[in-house]
């Protein structure tokens, strides 16, 4: 099939309209600072580039200091960003380079800056873009894979979409475009999981309508897609009949089961499953949710085990597979997850009625633009500091809550300096899974004096499904 190539022009009005935010994510100040930020983002994300550089530049504020600097130290102060060796090697010679060859100011010529050690062309297309306003599209990871899937470009490699994008674009949007078609990728089309029934380029899109197959997972999206279904929740389902012995190993599931009146129809759960309370006189446990106890769930026979993908690791679902006991995974990261895993779950167990009303008003709560509100921090753990990142369930709430979660995607490890790096204007503490209490509190209170540190009821924040709208409400309510 033929199929005829979206208006670039229709496009990018509708990235405009979804993204007005839309700029360049690494945090600098000048050319210097941003050909820095850039070479420590090959194979690192921004955000973790952001909370490197402050140190960096507080020590190493330009050319001349760099070109001076001692590899061990540099080493030290990059080194969560990966590949610090080769990186600190590159910083120096960078340094070097500018210091002997442009007085120490970052060129803005094309040919100069590509020549700069570290500094290849995509490297070089950013800085100039971000920092000189030349026009420039330099495509990354997420812009491959977004026009690829748009139809923009048939390419197999990014120098050519790179080509493909700038014959079809003004020149004067490929700024614009570049931080648009990331934000894009970063936001809705996601690489493993694109959320194509909020996607408002679904229309225009030819995978998303599932027309051709998908180039990056190298599947055809089905329709169900396209008709307004997550895809977050359906393509994890192998195997579902009639359950009738239904075996949890997700905590807020158990309890969303047993809202749902399913408690006779639970032959197991995990240790962890303690919600409502008397299931645990009730419900045999088959052991920890990372580590069921395989034999144990082979002998209760469910015709149903419920996952989560963060919540169980992929070796359980594989292992029930070589068992051949039937499993349904749910992937929760956003609100909208669990409104596409209420209605799934109801409709795989027969209560459709009574998913329906809490769709209803969970559609209804997420109706209307969310304002850009304080930088709220959620802790998950403490010795190490470990934070739920923005592409998380956690994080979501939050957004739906009027807040801009900060700090690196899914679950970092933080060390002090990086928590002051993040300077949150608010920060939550949640009772579980680490048991916060007014002692933190009051210790992060006094090294965060300017910051709201509010400690929170764990299980309305992160027991989604059973409790999610008494977790908007608790945010909401911050
Ligand atoms: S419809 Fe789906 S595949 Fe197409 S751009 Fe949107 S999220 Fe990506």
Redesign the pocket.
């Given at each position: 099939m033929r199929l005829s190539r979206p208006a670039p022009g229709e496009i990018q009005a509708r990235l405009r309209a979804a993204y007005p935010d839309a700029r360049c994510a690494l945090d600098h100040r000048d050319p210097f600072q941003l050909v820095v930020a850039t070479i420590l983002s090959a194979q690192c994300t921004d955000a973790r580039v952001n909370l490197t550089t402050p140190a960096l530049f507080a020590r190493f504020p330009d050319a001349a200091s760099l070109a001076e600097a001692p590899q061990d130290e540099v080493e030290v102060l990059i080194k969560s960003t990966g590949f610090f060796r080769n990186k600190a090697k590159n910083l120096i010679g960078l340094g070097q380079a500018l210091m002997a060859r442009h007085g120490g100011l970052v060129p803005a010529d094309p040919a100069a800056l590509g020549a700069l050690p570290g500094v290849g062309q995509k490297t070089a297309n950013v800085v100039l873009a971000n920092a000189f306003g030349v026009p420039a599209l330099a495509v990354d990871t997420h812009i491959f894979r977004?026009a690829r899937?748009?139809g923009l470009s048939k390419a197999p490699t990014p120098e050519k979409v790179e080509a493909d994008l700038c014959r079809l674009f003004p020149r004067e949007d490929w700024i614009e475009l570049h931080h648009q078609l990331i934000f894009?990728g970063r936001r809705?089309?996601d690489a493993r999981r694109?959320?194509?029934a909020a996607?408002s380029?679904?229309d225009l899109?030819p995978?998303?309508l599932g027309k051709i197959k998908d180039p990056h997972l190298g599947v055809t999206f089905e329709a169900s897609v396209s008709a307004g279904q997550s895809s977050a929740v359906t393509s994890q389902i192998q195997m579902i009949g009639s359950p009738q012995r239904i075996l949890s190993l997700v905590p807020s599931v158990t309890e969303l089961l047993v809202q749902w009146g399913l408690a006779a129809r639970l032959v197991g759960r995990t240790r962890y499953c303690i919600e409502p309370r008397w299931i645990r006189n009730t419900v045999p446990s088959v052991g920890g949710t990372k580590d069921p106890d395989l034999g144990r769930i082979r002998d209760l026979a469910p015709d149903l085990v419920i996952l989560e993908r963060d919540e169980n690791p992929k070796e359980v679902a594989e292992a029930l597979t070589a068992l051949d006991i039937p499993w349904l995974a749910l992937e929760i990261r956003t609100v909208k997850d669990c409104i596409a895993g209420l209605r799934e779950l109801g409709h795989r167990l027969g209560l459709p009625e009574a998913a329906a009303p809490r769709v209803a008003a969970l559609e209804a709560s997420l109706k209307g633009r969310r304002r850009k509100g304080p930088r709220a921090l959620a802790l998950i753990w403490k010795a190490p500091w470990m934070s739920a990142g923005p592409d998380t369930y956690l994080g979501d709430l939050l957004r739906q809550g009027g807040f801009t979660p900060i700090g690196p995607d899914r679950y970092p490890v933080l060390s002090d300096d990086d928590l002051d790096a993040l300077a949150p204007e608010v920060i939550l503490l949640p009772t579980e899974p680490y048991r916060f209490n007014r002692r933190h509190q009051t210790e992060l209170q006094k090294r965060f004096p300017n910051a709201a540190v509010h400690l929170v009821d764990g299980q309305a924040l992160t027991w989604y499904l059973s409790r999610t709208e008494a977790g908007l409400d608790l945010v909401r309510s911050l």
């Open positions: 977004v899937r748009l894009h809705t089309c694109p959320d194509c996607c380029l679904l899109c995978t998303g």
